[in-house]
């Protein structure tokens, strides 16, 4: 498993912004989507966020976070795989630890809402936003 890092998870109020970067260091060539999850507190499953497909560019949404999230690839880090996730509008529903997601193996018919689609994880930043 390659390592993936992410970072800018932090507290904050109702309505404030932040932004989540992840870092994968495996070669391009075996990225086929960086996507990101989220874990609310109290043993809740692990659900959906953003998805950004490779070759395409194209992005998907939960449907709780359109208008205010958006995700994207960042170009800036010396040729290693890396996206943002833009979170603006921030809602006290979006607290939760984010984990940055991977998929490397081709999947024909994949469903980007599935954890199981995904090899690599992170080890997830804390976003906590108060009302």
């Known amino acids: 498993q390659v390592p993936v890092v992410e970072s800018g998870g932090g507290s904050v109020q109702s309505g404030d912004s932040l932004r989540l970067s992840c870092v994968h260091s495996g070669p391009s060539n075996r990225i086929f989507a960086m996507a990101w999850f989220r874990q609310a507190p109290a043993g809740r499953e692990r659900e959906f966020v953003a998805v950004l497909e490779w070759s395409s560019g194209m992005s998907l949404l939960r449907e709780s976070v359109k208008g205010r999230f958006t995700i994207v690839r960042d170009n800036t880090q010396n040729g290693k795989n890396s996206v943002n996730l833009q979170m603006n509008g921030l809602k006290p529903e979006d607290t939760g630890v984010y984990y940055c997601?991977?998929?490397?193996?081709?999947?024909?018919?994949?469903?980007?809402?599935?954890?199981?689609?995904?090899?690599?994880w992170g080890q997830g930043t804390q976003v906590t936003v108060s009302s």
């Open positions: 997601a991977v998929q490397t193996v081709y999947s024909p018919g994949v469903n980007y809402y599935l954890p199981e689609e995904y090899e690599d």
